[in-house]
């Protein structure tokens, strides 16, 4: 069992940052590979970034790529979202499964989001 928990988000001007944290307890962290997600509202859930296991690999939404940041450490993964963007106004999450690839959207174990609000 993995329980997660996200924080950072907020409210923050057109081509602004955040760095949205979600910290980990439970059993292993390194054994997870690590996933941001995100949904606005009347839309469904979208994948943002993953993050493989040990670190190695990343992977990103088209949308996202050049602006925001997956990494991790021993306790934590993290998502550094620059240029931010009215469209990027969603709830994140963060999920963990054993291995991720850009396609995998079923994570084993998911936290209870944070608001990210863009405005222009």
């Known amino acids: 069992q993995v329980q997660l928990v996200e924080s950072g988000g907020g409210l923050v001007q057109a081509g602004g940052s955040l760095r949205l944290s979600c910290a980990a307890s439970?059993?292993?962290?390194?054994?997870?590979?690590m996933g941001w997600f995100r949904q606005a509202p009347g839309k469904e859930r979208e994948f943002v970034a993953a993050?493989?296991?040990?670190?190695?690999y990343t992977y990103y939404a088209d949308f996202v790529k050049g602006r925001f940041t997956i990494s991790r450490d021993n306790a934590a993964v993290y998502l550094q979202m620059n240029s931010l963007k009215p469209e990027d106004t969603a709830v994140y999450y963060c999920?963990?499964?054993?291995?991720?690839?850009?396609?995998?959207?079923?994570?084993?174990?998911w936290g209870q989001g944070t608001q990210v609000t863009v405005s222009s």
């Open positions: 993050i493989s296991r040990g670190g190695g």
């Open positions: 999920a963990a499964r054993d291995i991720v690839t850009p396609t995998t959207t079923r994570y084993d174990y």
């Open positions: 439970g059993r292993t962290f390194s054994s997870y590979g």
